[in-house]
């Protein structure tokens, strides 16, 4: 008979679903065949065994009885093996040397048997206690046991031919070796008696292959752990050939507790011509001194019903996994499509509703078209994942089709692999499940587009809450911000996350980073958190649609989290008009925020914008604001980044911030209607610490700036502005040394202690021009030269040969705010040279 070898193999618990185009078919036109029939426990039973047969006895109280036997087909000869147990009731050993069997068939030829290998070494049997032997025998083309006796045979050297025949054993014309769905078989696994019995059976057709699979139930009656039977499996077609099932159930991990049951589910992959009305499972054992396999049990697997195998993945289905059903539903399908792809993101809800923890095996997802493609999902998700009873898990799963094929009709297929052959180095997938995915291509989000994703740290809806195109140093920047809402009431943690931007038919993954509010990823009860995803592109970049896609890190793998479509022309910046404030709302960094001031330093080679803001923070306890980032734009698109100083410490509730910007601009710039872009530093997934360098930013606003043209004073230096500084000069006298004028004045300095500020980089400068249009200046440096308070008196000279003949004449002083080497003049007074001891003005 020919013997075809197949790979096959056992799942360990997964129930078989289907097969679909990985296997090189439309999964729509598979079809499947299933019988099923379930028991809790293995009930005892009398049938397709020999337990009516009539022993043979060795004394009055001690005696054998055969009670297995089987057939195994192979092509140089069939293979038989019975089992004899032999009962002890004597008071002393049986010595077993003493007893042989012979196998005789019915036109009396004798076969030829031996003892396996494992029980040669069986010598005695004690007394009240019991050996089971099997024996081997080659029987050639015979096929049926029922055609053979089993004689027993005690060695006597007083007979001619030394053999005493104690009694034969005729096999009953009825019998089988075949045990039916739900009947049971009991074998011995390492001398432990365990009972067996072919649960169901399930067959499945495609194109060009056909899968059967076969549930077996083992429960252990007796007293010790049974561990790897170093069984292998077979299924034998009608026409005999056999399909060789790799197993690793039978592996080093296999074991099976007293009194537990244990279900094995075996699959076998068959060619499409295979004859499967009247298959059988066989199980193999080997014995290596002998080099030969042995059959251990055949059971009769039969035919099944037809039954469609497609799912609709939005309906709720069953999976049975290591015996215990896990209800799975396809949830959240979004697909996003371009000229060349398609890329869908949904997901796959698992809910253990058994009584028991579950652990799945290894599965493999992918992706099949109508027109018979396949596209594998890389995913690490179903890797050690276990559920415990009650438990619900959601896998996010993704993946990218060609635009040509047809998306209305794509499938996900669950295949589990196992390692195969001896090496267990091959690997071979079978269907465990396909569902059909709803297809509806992605419109392009609104602020009221509403997300629902799940995954296995809880449900959350999202939102697109804007978009924003925003100026760089070395390029510009796309800021897209969610809002991530948590649906239930109960704290749920958020994924860690990744992001992918695709503007058009580019795709910007590189130099992107995902920034959330919520600092320990924690949401609590309905509880809300916004998501930044951040990417550089170059500046000036066009584009009609932008695709932004949310991924969370799973390991090494990036699955898709959501993924929406946004217009350009959603890509507002919101635009703060002149003398109005507005509100940064980031979470823990909540804060007003107003122009002060902004004031033009005109110089001679190039001029200095500089922003005074005034941020208030709007939090209930001590928090490090939000560190900020400007960009000062022409109405004609220019770009000047602007530096910022700002406290660098935490800010108290309702506490005043002094936050500076400001930038160098060229001498001829058009500076009329120009706006300060001012939004929130990020860096490295985070909003920026106080004293970091921020990367991006997000939240920007057009802030329409107020600039005021500073008019000096005219004969006063009191109430000088140097916000937050104020100064007074209410007397000051220039007397002539000779060499020099000593300069002397009486002075008030106040600081707005409202406000904290950062570093203080404006100078006080104050300049003396004499009548002769010659001029000397000094910087002076709050709080170091001059001192806060009333009262307070200050000199300097400056010293030049036009003060050596000089008695008399006047003078003019004129104080400046110094910034970046720039100059506005605040106020100006003229007064008289005096004597060393004269005061007064002109």
Do not use: C
Not at 86 to 103: C, E, T
Not at 129 to 137: F, R
Not at 189 to 194: F, G, M, S, T, W
Not at 557 to 580: C, E, H, Y
Request: aromatic fraction near 8%.
């Amino acid at each position: 008979m020919k013997k075809v070898n197949k790979v096959a193999v056992l799942l360990t618990g997964s129930l078989l679903l289907t097969q679909v185009a990985s296997l090189g078919v439309n999964p729509v036109d598979a079809a499947a065949k299933t019988v099923t029939k379930k028991t809790t426990t293995i009930p005892s039973s009398n049938l397709n065994t020999l337990e009516k047969l009539s022993p043979i006895h060795l004394t009055s109280k001690s005696y054998a009885k055969l009670t297995d036997v089987n057939i195994l087909a192979q092509d140089d000869g069939n293979i038989l093996t019975y089992t004899l147990n032999i009962y002890n009731g004597d008071q002393r050993d049986i010595q077993l040397l003493d007893y042989w069997s012979k196998v005789k068939t019915k036109s009396g030829s004798i076969l030829t048997t031996q003892l396996t290998s494992k029980d040669k070494l069986k010598k005695k049997v004690a007394p009240q206690s019991q050996v089971t032997l099997t024996y081997i025998s080659k029987i050639g083309n015979i096929k049926s046991v029922n055609d053979l006796m089993v004689q027993l045979v005690k060695w006597d050297f007083s007979k001619p031919n030394y053999e005493n025949t104690l009694g034969t054993f005729k096999i009953p014309a009825n019998f089988t070796t075949l045990t039916s769905l739900g009947q049971t078989k009991k074998l011995r696994i390492n001398d432990i008696p365990v009972l067996t019995k072919l649960e169901n059976h399930q067959l499945y057709k495609t194109k060009d292959k056909i899968f059967t699979m076969v549930t077996l139930s083992m429960q252990n009656l007796g007293y010790k752990v049974i561990e790897d039977p170093k069984y292998s499996f077979n299924v034998v077609t009608t026409d005999g050939a056999s399909y060789a099932l790799s197993t690793d159930q039978t592996g080093a991990n296999f074991k099976i507790q007293p009194q537990e049951i244990k279900n094995v589910q075996l699959i076998a992959e068959l060619p499409i011509h295979a004859k499967t009305d009247k298959l059988k499972l066989q199980i193999v054992t080997s014995d290596e001194e002998l080099k030969q396999n042995l059959p251990v049990a055949t059971y009769s697997i039969p035919s099944g019903k037809s039954a469609s195998l497609l799912v609709d993945g939005a309906a709720f289905k069953s999976l049975e996994v290591n015996g215990t059903k896990i209800e799975t539903q396809i949830k959240n399908t979004t697909v996003s499509a371009d000229e060349d792809t398609a890329n869908w993101s949904f997901s796959l809800y698992l809910r253990n509703i058994g009584n028991q923890n579950v652990s799945f095996p290894k599965y493999e997802a992918s992706l099949s078209s109508a027109e018979g493609y396949t596209f594998p999902i890389s995913t690490k998700s179903f890797d050690n994942l276990s559920l415990k009873p009650l438990e619900e898990k959601t896998i996010n799963l993704s993946a990218s089709l060609p635009s040509y094929v047809k998306q209305d009709k794509v499938v996900l297929q669950l295949n589990q692999t196992a390692e195969v052959g001896a090496d267990q180095k091959s690997k071979i997938s079978f269907p465990v499940a396909f569902y059909s995915l709803p297809y509806m291509e992605q419109v392009a989000a609104t602020d009221d587009t509403l997300y629902s994703v799940e995954n296995e740290y809880g449900k959350y809806n999202l939102k697109l809450s804007s978009i924003q195109m925003l100026p760089w140093a070395d390029g510009d920047l796309v800021s897209a911000k969610f809002t991530v809402m948590n649906t239930k009431a109960t704290t749920v943690k958020l994924p860690q996350l990744a992001g992918v931007l695709k503007l058009d038919q580019a795709s910007l993954s590189t130099d992107t980073q995902v920034v959330t509010t919520a600092n320990s990823m924690i949401l609590g009860p309905y509880g809300s958190a916004d998501l930044y995803l951040i990417a550089k592109v170059p500046n000036g970049l066009d584009f009609k649609q932008a695709m932004i896609t949310l991924q969370e890190k799973n390991g090494d793998n990036l699955l898709d989290f959501l993924t929406v479509n946004a217009r350009k022309t959603q890509a507002a910046i919101p635009t703060v008009s002149k003398g109005s404030e507005y509100h940064i709302k980031t979470a823990g960094k909540n804060a007003e925020v107003k122009e002060r001031r902004t004031v033009f330093y005109s110089g001679v080679s190039s001029n200095v914008m500089f922003t005074e803001l005034e941020v208030k923070s709007e939090e209930t306890r001590q928090a490090d604001l939000s560190q900020l980032v400007g960009y000062y734009t022409t109405k004609d698109g220019q770009v000047f980044k602007a530096s910022v100083g700002q406290p660098e410490g935490s800010t108290s509730p309702n506490g005043k911030n002094l936050v500076t910007l400001w930038a160098k601009l060229p001498r001829n710039l058009d500076t009329t209607d120009m706006v300060l872009y001012l939004g929130e530093g990020i860096n490295e997934g985070k909003f920026t610490a106080p004293k970091g360098e921020s990367k991006g930013y997000v939240n920007a606003v057009a802030l329409e700036l107020n600039q005021q043209k500073l008019e000096p004073k005219r004969n006063s230096l009191s109430g000088i502005d140097l916000f937050p500084y104020n100064l007074s000069i209410p007397n000051l006298s220039g007397t002539l040394t000779g060499s020099g004028v000593n300069v002397k004045f009486d002075y008030y300095l106040s600081r707005n202690g409202e406000y904290e500020i950062g570093t203080y980089d404006h100078k006080l400068v104050l300049e003396l021009r004499d009548s002769s249009g010659k001029y000397f200046e000094q910087e002076l440096a709050l709080e170091q030269d001059l001192k806060i308070g009333d009262n307070q008196t200050y000199s300097l000279s400056f010293s030049n040969s036009l003060f050596e003949d000089k008695q008399a004449g006047s003078f003019e002083i004129s104080l400046y705010d110094k910034f970046q080497g720039e100059k506005v003049k605040l106020a100006s007074q003229a007064y008289y040279y005096s004597a060393p001891v004269h005061f007064g003005s002109k």
